[in-house]
């Protein structure tokens, strides 16, 4: 298995800086996720490691040995990609094969890794069969096995779920991370699903514009969103973000005071809608709209300060829609953020006005 680092890596094409400086170290044996939006360069950094793409400046490293030059068919590197690739005309025991042949693997030995990679994802006895004759779910474990048997020092996933639907996406995500587990091949998955990310991910590099906004465990981004950018984009039913300004220990939003601590200035509160409750005292408000999800119910409620989501536990809507009700909230679990740098301002809190 492999160590990564990346050294002061720059990626343009043409006039085009798709990534501007990135430093990232990954450790043997770790599952890493490289989460964010489309255009914010974590394929291009899933590419600069299979060595598709070279970097324009910085090094690559592998287990300490910079590999700028060395070619993707040297690098022993693994790759998953979102459709697959598999070759149509072939078996699935030839598509598993495949990559054996460039290594002039002997032919014994090949036989025996195509089945132990094709019995590690549960493919074995789809081995006669071509692509056209599998379900995407088959097809997602043989492209899996293609990059297993290689035996990789690194394991590139992008988007490897994105086709699958929603039962068989949940279930591969338990398979692939006990697989990982299995195996301690370093991984990195590449996804714009928070879920993927947090779920399978020992740690998430969230990324923004080509450069690493936060890294941290799947529990760090979420709690503690170093800036607005992860609050925003990690947690579902997304945040509630209101503007204010912080003044003697006061932040005043729409004319509602909230007390604060540690801000001052323009300051973005964040509270999350699994932390807000329907309460007898706080934030007075009307439900506007009531969105049952399952195991829980939606409610967004207008406000002075505008629309706040309120998740609450529960299959059944306990409140009907028009009913006056108050927003509650732990001062705790509260976020604020500089409103110009947008960046966490550390030990700061809010709480719900007095009634």
Same mark, same amino acid.
Do not use: W
């Given at each position: 298995?492999?160590?990564? +680092?990346?050294?002061?890596? #720059?990626?343009?094409? $043409?006039?085009?800086?798709?990534?501007?400086?990135?430093?990232?170290?990954?450790?043997?044996?770790?599952?890493?996720?490289?989460?964010?939006?489309?255009?914010?360069?974590?394929?291009?950094?899933?590419?600069?490691?299979?060595?598709? @793409?070279?970097?324009?400046?910085?090094? &690559?490293?592998?287990? $300490?040995?910079?590999?700028?030059? %060395?070619?993707?068919?040297?690098?022993? %590197?693994?790759?998953?990609? /979102?459709? @697959?690739?598999? @070759?149509?005309?072939?078996?699935?025991?030839?598509?598993?094969?495949?990559? &054996?042949?460039?290594?002039?693997?002997?032919?014994?030995?090949?036989?025996?890794?195509?089945?132990?990679?094709?019995?590690?994802?549960?493919?074995? !006895?789809?081995?006669?069969?071509?692509?056209? /004759?599998?379900?995407?779910?088959?097809?997602?474990?043989?492209?899996?096995?293609?990059?297993?048997?290689?035996?990789? /020092?690194?394991?590139?996933?992008? +988007?490897?779920?994105?086709?699958? !639907?929603?039962?068989?996406?949940?279930?591969?995500?338990?398979?692939?991370?006990?697989? /990982?587990?299995?195996?301690?091949?370093?991984?990195?998955?590449?996804?714009?699903?928070?879920? +993927?990310?947090?779920?399978?991910?020992?740690?998430?590099?969230?990324?923004?514009?080509?450069?690493?906004?936060?890294? *941290? #465990?799947?529990?760090?981004?979420?709690?503690?969103?170093?800036?607005?950018?992860?609050?925003?984009?990690?947690?579902?039913?997304?945040?509630?973000?209101?503007?204010?300004?912080?003044?003697? $220990?006061? %932040?005043?939003?729409? *004319?509602?005071?909230?007390?604060?601590?540690?801000?001052?200035?323009?300051?973005?509160? $964040?509270?999350?809608?699994?932390?807000?409750?329907?309460?007898?005292? *706080?934030?007075?408000?009307?439900?506007?709209?009531?969105?049952?999800?399952?195991?829980?119910?939606? @409610?967004?409620?207008?406000?002075?300060?505008?629309?706040?989501?309120?998740?609450?536990?529960?299959?059944?809507?306990?409140?009907?829609?028009?009913?006056?009700?108050? %927003?509650?909230?732990?001062?705790?679990?509260?976020?604020?953020?500089?409103? #110009?740098?947008?960046?966490?301002?550390? !030990?700061?809190?809010?709480?719900?006005?007095?009634?």
């Amino acid at each position: 298995m492999a160590s990564i +680092e990346f050294r002061k890596i #720059t990626k343009r094409f $043409g006039d085009v800086e798709v990534i501007p400086d990135m430093d990232l170290d990954i450790a043997d044996g770790e599952f890493v996720a490289l989460l964010g939006p489309s255009g914010c360069g974590k394929s291009t950094s899933l590419l600069l490691l299979a060595g598709i @793409y070279l970097p324009s400046t910085g090094d &690559l490293l592998f287990d $300490g040995h910079v590999v700028n030059d %060395v070619e993707a068919k040297d690098r022993n %590197v693994g790759i998953v990609f /979102q459709s @697959y690739a598999l @070759y149509p005309h072939m078996t699935v025991r030839d598509n598993i094969m495949f990559p &054996l042949r460039f290594k002039k693997t002997p032919r014994e030995e090949a036989i025996r890794r195509v089945n132990e990679a094709a019995a590690l994802v549960q493919v074995g !006895d789809l081995l006669d069969r071509r692509p056209g /004759q599998l379900s995407g779910g088959q097809q997602q474990r043989v492209a899996l096995a293609r990059a297993l048997v290689k035996q990789p /020092q690194l394991l590139l996933l992008d +988007e490897p779920l994105s086709n699958l !639907d929603a039962t068989l996406r949940l279930s591969m995500r338990t398979e692939i991370k006990s697989l /990982q587990d299995e195996l301690g091949v370093t991984t990195i998955l590449v996804t714009h699903d928070q879920i +993927e990310a947090t779920t399978m991910a020992d740690r998430i590099i969230c990324m923004r514009a080509g450069r690493i906004e936060q890294a *941290g #465990t799947p529990d760090d981004l979420y709690a503690r969103p170093s800036s607005l950018f992860v609050a925003s984009f990690i947690g579902s039913p997304p945040i509630n973000l209101v503007e204010g300004k912080a003044v003697n $220990g006061t %932040v005043d939003v729409s *004319g509602i005071g909230f007390p604060a601590t540690g801000a001052t200035g323009a300051v973005t509160i $964040g509270l999350r809608p699994e932390h807000l409750v329907v309460a007898d005292t *706080g934030l007075p408000g009307r439900i506007a709209q009531i969105e049952p999800m399952g195991r829980e119910v939606l @409610y967004v409620v207008s406000t002075d300060i505008g629309h706040i989501r309120i998740l609450e536990q529960g299959s059944t809507a306990g409140r009907g829609a028009g009913e006056a009700v108050h %927003v509650g909230f732990d001062e705790a679990h509260s976020l604020v953020f500089d409103t #110009t740098t947008e960046r966490l301002i550390p !030990d700061s809190h809010v709480k719900p006005p007095a009634p």
